[in-house]
């Protein structure tokens, strides 16, 4: 199947600069503010090259999303990719795996976690009503902020994502002058068990990314936006992780067990006292801000590929006349986070997400496999380096990793999408002509 990458009335308005720095605020969550005391924990010293090794592994999937994203440029992002390749009922299933079983739920948590942050400064958040009204307020306004057009919520995404890691980078200019150097040796390599429940972690340190190609319909010049702002964006990514564990591990040393929940929080009263752990606090709330702010700008938009493709209410696609967005689709989305976070229904679906985002991780890998030995769309189009070898390590991690999930997790997923699939035979049989449709009469 061809891809039709159809117009559709969204501005293109995100260039390399917008999307790279959307890529490193969608990957820099809440995880990083303790992730350098959990693999400091598990791998010591050794964690360093950890992120290197998972670096290939996720650099691997990421080539893959580079290529077929600049093949298939209409909204939706994996969503698009896979109908594309396959259809429409793969597609769908990567779909409510995405929206709602990794987006929804992950911003939900997300929103809670803010709220908790906020909570050790001011009291009043742990109270469910002042936490109802601060949830209600942060999401109207990252709502309306991308309701009123993309060139304003990439703005905001600029300022918060510069706001997030400059505590980052502080941290790491600061804190290497107290690193002493006899914490970053080893003297043993972990266990095999060990190392591979940490890439695990780490893994999942670095999804995020393709939440920004779910806005792909509004990229400009796809065929070199896409790859350069993954690359740019994932490099910063990598490296700032790389030097924050090593400054974490260099100040910390074994120590490092006594803040396994807070580390940046610990290294950071170290250079300026108490009032460390509180900037980085208010660091870890914005970071868990932006990450939000941007699902809800991309995610929609695959909503409102889904209406285009007549599988979702019509009115998902409508567009907004002014501002030229899918207002609907945002409402819809920005609700949905908002009564999952305050219901704490999140928590009990939780296992979706680590299952969910693999699966899709793999439909990708596995429809730019399709779309790439489509002779006409050879030549004229980015291609990953490293030939087949790319999609190869690509699936051969997402596999590895998906050997490693719970029982629970696979049992949940499954029900998950055995339910979506009843729902797509259901939904054929009010299903409206789609534009491509429409199109092709």
Known sequence: MIPANREEGLKK?????????????????????????????????????????????????MLCYAEIGTKVTSSGGSYAYVEAAFGSLPSYIVNWLYFF?????????????????????FPVFMDPFPRGILFFILISFMVLVNIRGARQGI?????????????????????????????LYWDKLPSFQTFGGSMLVLFFAFA?????????????????????????????????????????????????????????????????????ATILLLAAAISCFGSVFMD??????????????????????????????PYWAILFYGGGIFLF???????????????????????????????????????????????????IIGTATICWLLTSLSRTEIISTLVFIAIIILFFYISRLFKRPSIVDEINK
């Open 13 to 61: 308005v995100i260039g390399i600069p917008e999307l790279s720095l959307s890529i490193i605020n969608s990957i820099i969550g809440a995880g990083i503010f303790a992730l350098p005391g959990i693999i400091g924990v598990a791998l010591g010293a050794f964690g360093i090259v950890g992120f290197i090794f998972c670096g290939i592994m996720m650099a691997a999937i």
């Open 101 to 121: 079983g990794w987006g929804m739920m992950g911003s939900a948590a997300l929103v809670n976690i803010i709220a908790d942050s906020l909570a050790v400064i």
């Open 155 to 183: 703005l905001v995404v600029k300022m918060i994502t510069i706001i997030k890691i400059l505590p980052l980078i502080a941290l790491i200019v600061f804190g290497t002058g107290l690193i002493k150097t006899t914490n």
């Open 208 to 276: 995020g990314f393709e939440t920004c190609l779910g806005a792909s319909g509004e990229i400009k010049e796809p065929k070199k936006t896409i790859p350069w702002g993954i690359l740019i964006g994932a490099t910063v990514v990598l490296v700032l992780y790389m030097f924050l564990q090593m400054v974490t591990q260099g100040v910390l040393g074994d120590q490092i067990a006594l803040y396994k929940d807070a580390p940046l929080a610990a290294v950071a009263a170290r250079i300026v006292g108490s009032k460390g």
């Open 296 to 325: 809800i700008l991309a995610t929609p938009r695959n909503l409102f590929a889904m209406s285009k493709d007549g599988l979702f209410p019509v009115f998902f696609s409508k567009v907004h006349t002014r501002y030229a967005t």
């Open 341 to 391: 976070s305050i219901s704490g229904g999140f928590k009990q679906l939780a296992s979706l997400a680590s299952a969910a985002i693999l699966l899709i991780y793999l439909a990708v890998v596995l429809a730019m496999v399709k779309l790439r030995k489509q002779k006409e769309l050879r030549g004229q189009f980015f291609k990953a380096p490293g030939g087949w070898i790319t999609p």
